[in-house]
């Protein structure tokens, strides 16, 4: 069965770097989507990253882009969030995701299949 795991969360100040790793297995779908969503406290699970097993990417928000890098190395079954200039509105927790179908990112879609476990990030 698939297993998502999350490692790399950490407490950093404003303007500082993390990349979070999701380690994935048990995935025998020939075309799957990954990703990651985030959760502040009150707040809904909200989709940032995606990223398709053909490689196609997607960062869903303005704010995001050019800071937020999605990538993933299959040949290790890797997929990580490169995360620069973080601010403390960035502060979440940070979910890897699989779904054997396309996703939508955002707030309010029905959300992906498989979810990891979990990383913190905070950013002060």
């Known amino acids: 069965h698939v297993q998502l795991v999350e490692s790399g969360g950490n407490s950093v100040q404003a303007g500082g770097s993390l990349r979070l790793s999701c380690t994935f297995s048990g995935v025998t779908f020939k075309k799957y989507y990954m990703g990651w969503f985030r959760q502040a406290p009150g707040k809904a699970r909200d989709g940032i990253a995606r990223i398709g097993s053909d490689g196609s990417t997607r960062i869903e928000y303005d704010s995001l882009k050019g800071r937020f890098t999605i990538s993933s190395d299959n040949a290790k079954n890797v997929m990580y969030l490169q995360m620069n200039n973080l601010k403390p509105e960035d502060s979440a927790m940070y979910y890897c995701?699989?779904?054997?179908?396309?996703?939508?990112?955002?707030?309010?879609?029905?959300?992906?299949?498989?979810w990891g476990q979990g990383t913190q990030v905070t950013v002060s």
């Open positions: 995701v699989l779904h054997e179908d396309h996703f939508l990112l955002g707030v309010g879609f029905r959300l992906p299949h498989y």
